[in-house]
């Protein structure tokens, strides 16, 4: 495999476009969890874990068609960790995008902790004009948004 020449931990996995949801164990030991895509072929979530992290897995679970969670185990001095991979919208319309945000601020206030949530952004929107968001990546901590900002 190619990733052992990468040094990782977790890799977040977008446009997965799976009917069925898929979770393999390879020999070397790293998991692979995939999740599915809506009817019309769009979406779908997972995540790579490596060997050293993979005895921690608690559960991966998808979410929404476009947004997955990871959960760890607390391991040693390492507390419990929740692990969102998002995929957003390339729609262009603003219901749609809308919605997609309101997700991940549900799914992280539900667990009132603290969270980094990175989502892969569309350079492009539906139109095919360049789409940039002004809110990258967002924290919470106990459901109140800690900040916004962009890895510029």
Known sequence: MQLRKIKYDVIGLTETRRRHP???VYETGEELFL???????????GVLVNTSMAKN??????????I??????RCGPTPALNIFV?????SSYEEEV???YMDPEKFCRENHTFFKVTVDWPEKNA???????????MEWRGGE??????DD
């Open 22 to 24: 898929l979770n393999a």
């Open 35 to 45: 999740g599915t895509r809506k009817s019309r072929g769009v979406g779908g979530v």
């Open 57 to 66: 897995i608690h559960s991966f679970e998808q979410l929404t068609t476009r």
């Open 68 to 73: 997955g969670r990871l959960r760890m185990r």
């Open 86 to 90: 998002a995929y957003a919208t390339a």
């Open 98 to 100: 809308e919605a997609f």
């Open 127 to 137: 139109r095919g004009t360049p789409h940039r968001d002004p809110r990258p990546t």
């Open 145 to 150: 948004a800690l900040r916004v900002h962009h």
